[in-house]
C-alpha cells in the first residue's frame, strides 16, 4: 500500500512557478492582439512588389493607405511600414492590411508625408500633395473572404519633372500557381492562411479562416488542405486548386485542436485536442468525425510514422506518447519516456524517434521497433522545434528565445553546424524540389528562407500576424 506523499508549502510553490514557466514558455514573446473571425465584413492585404533599378536616389514616407469605395468613402488601411526607400525594397514586402465593409471599391488612395531625392552633398526635396493620391483600380470585397493586391511601383510615372512626387503603383491581383507550387502558413492571430509560391517566394493569396488556425496538413490526392481551427472547435476544409475555404467539420466544444496528421493514402485524418486530451478520428471523404481516442493529459503535436500505419501522440503534461494503430483506429499503445514531450522527429529509416522536451535540456532518442528509449542526449534547454532532413539524417533543433538553428550529426547526436535565422524559430521544413529551408518566424511575422547547401538566407516573406506552422507542396 503507498503512503500519502507530505508536500512542504515551498516545493509546492516552486512547482506552481515552474508549471506556469512551462507553458508561458511555448508561447511566442511577442504580443499579438488576435481579431475576431470575418461574419459581415471582408479582408485586404496588399504588397509591394520589389522595386525596379533606377530607384536608388528616390526616399519617400507615406501616412496613410485607404480603399475607396464606388461612393468616394475612404476606409482605413492599417500600414505595416510606412518608409520606402531601394535598399529596404528589394524583396516583397507586406504594406498594410485591414477590415473592409463588403462592396465595390474604385481603388486604392496614398497619403504621402514626404519625399525626396539623394544628392551627392544634399538631398533634394520633392513636391507632395496635401491630399492623398487616388490609383484607381477596381476591385470587390466579399464577406468573409480575403482578397490580396499586388502594387507595382513606376519611378518615371512618379517623379515628374524632377521635383514632383506622386506614387505611381499599378495595381493587379496575383494569379494563382499551378498546385505543385503552393504553400500555407497559417497565422494564427490573424484567423487567415497566407498561400505562397514556393518558387517565386512571394505571396500570392490569402485566405480567411476562423478562429485561431494552428497545425495545417495537405491531402494531395484529393487536392486539400486541413487547418485545425483552434478557437472554434473545428477543421477547416480548403480547396487548394480554388484557394478557399470549402467546409468546416465540427468538433466538441472545448477540443481546441492544435494539431493534424493525415494517413498517406489520404483516409483518416487526426486531430490533436489540446482541450479535452483526446484524438478525434475524421473521414476526409465524408468530412465527419468517425471515433475519437482518449490519451494522457495536455497532447501537444502528433506525428505519423513513415508507414503511415502509426501515429505517435505527445502528451507534454503527462511525461507520454500515445501510439495510435491507423489501420485499427485505436489506441495501441501508452510509452512513458518521461520529461516533457512537445516534439518529435523520424530518422532517414524510420526506426529512431528523437523527441525534444519543453522544460528539459535533454534530446530523448526513442527505439521505433522495440518502444525502449535509448539514450538521453543533453543539447540544452529551451527547445522549440525539431525537424530531420531525410536525406542527409541531420537533425535541425530551434530554440525559445534564440536566433539560431543548430544542425547535429545522427550518430554523434554533437553539433556541427549553425544557421543564424536573426529572429526565432517555430517551425521548419524543407522544399526537396529546390532544397531550401523554410523558416516560421513569429515575431517578426516572417518565414525565412534558406539555401539547404549554403545556410545562408536567401529571401525574407511577410507573412500575417503570429504565424503558427508551414506546408509546402514537395516537402520532405
Known amino acids: 500500500m503507498r503512503s500519502a506523499l507530505q508536500l512542504s508549502p515551498l516545493p509546492c510553490l516552486i512547482s506552481i512557478v515552474f508549471t506556469l514557466l512551462f507553458f508561458t514558455g511555448c508561447q511566442p514573446a511577442g504580443h499579438f492582439p488576435y481579431k475576431e473571425a470575418l461574419e459581415d465584413q471582408g479582408e485586404l492585404s496588399v504588397y509591394t512588389q520589389p522595386f525596379p533599378q533606377g530607384t536608388e536616389r528616390l526616399h519617400f514616407s507615406l501616412q496613410s493607405l485607404s480603399a475607396v469605395k464606388d461612393d468616394g468613402t475612404m476606409v482605413p488601411i492599417a500600414l ?10 528589394q524583396r516583397q514586402r507586406l504594406l498594410g492590411s485591414g477590415i473592409l465593409p463588403p462592396g465595390n471599391y474604385r481603388g486604392l488612395a496614398f ?7 539623394r544628392g551627392e552633398e544634399e538631398d533634394s526635396a520633392l513636391l507632395v500633395s496635401e491630399t492623398a493620391d487616388m490609383v484607381d483600380f477596381p476591385f470587390h470585397i466579399a464577406k468573409r473572404k480575403a482578397t490580396l493586391l499586388r502594387l ?4 518615371s510615372q512618379s517623379v515628374r519633372g524632377g521635383f514632383i512626387f506622386a506614387p505611381g503603383f499599378a495595381i493587379f491581383v496575383p ?3 499551378v498546385t505543385g507550387l503552393i504553400g500555407y502558413v497559417s497565422n494564427s492571430a490573424s484567423n487567415n492562411i497566407t498561400v505562397l509560391d514556393k518558387n517565386a517566394l512571394e505571396v500570392v493569396g ?4 476562423g478562429k485561431d488556425p494552428q497545425g495545417i496538413v495537405l491531402d494531395r490526392s484529393r487536392n486539400r ?3 485545425a481551427l483552434s478557437k472554434d472547435d473545428a477543421i477547416a476544409v ?3 486548386s480554388g ?4 467546409n468546416e467539420i465540427r468538433l466538441s466544444s472545448g477540443d481546441n485542436p492544435r494539431e493534424l496528421a493525415i494517413t498517406p493514402a489520404g483516409d483518416l485524418l487526426l486531430a490533436v485536442n489540446t482541450g479535452s486530451s483526446t484524438i478525434s478520428l475524421v473521414d476526409p471523404l465524408t468530412m465527419f468525425e468517425i471515433d475519437r481516442i482518449a490519451v494522457d493529459n495536455e497532447p501537444r503535436s502528433i506525428l505519423m510514422d513513415p508507414t503511415g500505419k502509426r501515429a505517435f501522440v505527445f502528451n507534454s503534461m503527462s511525461g507520454t506518447i500515445s501510439i495510435i494503430d491507423t489501420a485499427r483506429r485505436a489506441l495501441a499503445t501508452t510509452l512513458s519516456v518521461g520529461e516533457t514531450p512537445e516534439k518529435g522527429a523520424f530518422n532517414r529509416n524510420g526506426n529512431r524517434l528523437y523527441i525534444i522536451n519543453a522544460v528539459s535540456p535533454y534530446l530523448t532518442v526513442l527505439d521505433v521497433d522495440n518502444l525502449i528509449v535509448l539514450q538521453r542526449v543533453f543539447v540544452g534547454s529551451g527547445m522549440r522545434d525539431i525537424m530531420v532532413d531525410p536525406r542527409t539524417d541531420l537533425i535541425y533543433v530551434s530554440r525559445k528565445r534564440d536566433t539560431a538553428v543548430q544542425i547535429y550529426d545522427p550518430f554523434a547526436l554533437l553539433p556541427v553546424s549553425t544557421i543564424q535565422t536573426g529572429a526565432e524559430t517555430a517551425y521548419m521544413t524543407i522544399d526537396s524540389e529546390e532544397n531550401r529551408l523554410f523558416l516560421v518566424h513569429p515575431q517578426t511575422k516572417r518565414i525565412g528562407v534558406f539555401g539547404l547547401i549554403s545556410r545562408k538566407k536567401l529571401t525574407e516573406i511577410d507573412v500575417g500576424d503570429d504565424p503558427y506552422c508551414l506546408t509546402l507542396m514537395g516537402e520532405r
Do not use: Q, R
Not at 484557394?243 to 470549402?246: F, L, M, N, T, Y
Open 80 to 89: 505595416a511600414f510606412s518608409d520606402f526607400n531601394a535598399v529596404d525594397m
Open 111 to 117: 497619403g504621402v508625408k514626404e519625399a525626396f531625392l
Open 152 to 155: 507595382v511601383f513606376n519611378y
Open 175 to 177: 494569379e494563382k500557381p
Open 206 to 209: 490569402l485566405i480567411a479562416t
Open 225 to 227: 488542405a486541413y487547418a
Open 238 to 240: 480548403i480547396d487548394v
Open 243 to 246: 484557394g478557399e475555404v470549402i
